[in-house]
């Protein structure tokens, strides 16, 4: 256990020495900023389009936008354009020491590839949940500090209005959940890594993965129907759930298991095939 902690910690601080682990963090410390700065001199669309089909319904006094609802809505950039981010370190993990032959340094020290690669498969985990939640704390933070704070007007299948200590507690459960989302699409990644000494491989195979899945899940056919529950993309969503009311546990622990058993079937092919590989450099 002594070894396979400061193994960890290692790697921890081998994925921080590297600048592309920075590259999400910059990213997302500039332009949450500017979208609150941007939103808070010009206004938010969405809301205007969320609002038009109600207005014969509700009258609307003064602006319901504030720094909680641009942060809800920025949420979205989990779908798609974050797992980039995650991939761009997960993928580069195992295969960018495979590549430099840094293995059979590794090996001679008493440690098993078991360890190794479970080392390096908590590190990775580390950092998705480190950035995943640098962006709640900034959108979250930024947005209540430079747009305001106030109520959370969730429109989904209706209104439903959330305090604000209210939504900063869903807030939490949904970032939470984020993490182990994003998780997914590393452990994938990771698994890739594992296979191949090229980094761009792994975060091409990757994306085009997730692509390929995003697709068939959102497709309305019916053949298709009997794929979805084999698809982890199918429960990508579950993030979003913390906003219903009431908040449904049992769909999200529902979720949350499925993807539990995506990411331990790509960590357990991730060390079989490390551990079988035959590291001749």
């Not at 969730?154 to 989302?181: C, H, M, N, P």
């Not at 009997?226 to 429960?235: A, R």
Request: with cysteine; proline share 3%; net charge positive.
């Amino acid at each position: 256990m002594t070894l396979l902690l400061k193994a960890t910690w290692y790697e921890i601080i081998k994925i921080a020495s590297k600048w592309r682990t920075y590259i999400g963090f910059i990213t997302i410390a500039i332009l949450v900023p500017v979208i609150m700065f941007l939103v808070r001199k010009y206004g938010f669309g969405v809301q205007d389009n969320a609002l038009n089909s109600m207005k014969d319904s509700f009258m609307f006094v003064g602006s319901l936008v504030n720094g909680l609802i641009v942060s809800y809505f920025l949420m979205n950039v989990l779908w798609v354009h974050f797992p980039f981010f995650i991939v761009l370190v997960a993928g580069d993990v195992v295969s960018s020491e495979g590549a430099a032959g840094t293995f059979r340094i590794w090996l001679t020290r008493p440690i098993s590839r078991f360890q190794v690669i479970t080392a390096k498969f908590i590190a990775t985990f580390v950092y998705t949940a480190a950035i995943v939640l640098f962006l709640g704390l900034l959108s979250v933070g930024l947005g209540m500090l430079i747009v305001g704070g106030g109520d959370l007007f969730v429109f989904d299948k209706g209104i439903l209005i959330l305090s604000q200590g209210e939504a900063l507690y869903r807030f939490l459960i949904a970032y939470l959940l984020a993490v182990w989302v994003q998780m997914t699409v590393a452990s994938l990644c990771f698994l890739f890594s594992s296979l191949t000494s090229n980094s761009v491989g792994p975060i091409i195979g990757t994306y085009a993965t997730l692509v390929v899945m995003f697709i068939l899940s959102v497709l309305k056919i019916d053949a298709l129907k009997v794929i979805h529950p084999y698809l982890f993309t199918s429960y990508f969503d579950v993030f979003f759930a913390p906003f219903s009311d009431p908040i449904p546990w049992r769909e999200i622990a529902g979720d949350v298991g499925k993807l539990g058993i995506f990411i331990l079937v790509f960590y357990l092919a991730s060390a079989i095939s490390f551990i079988r590989k035959e590291i001749t450099t």
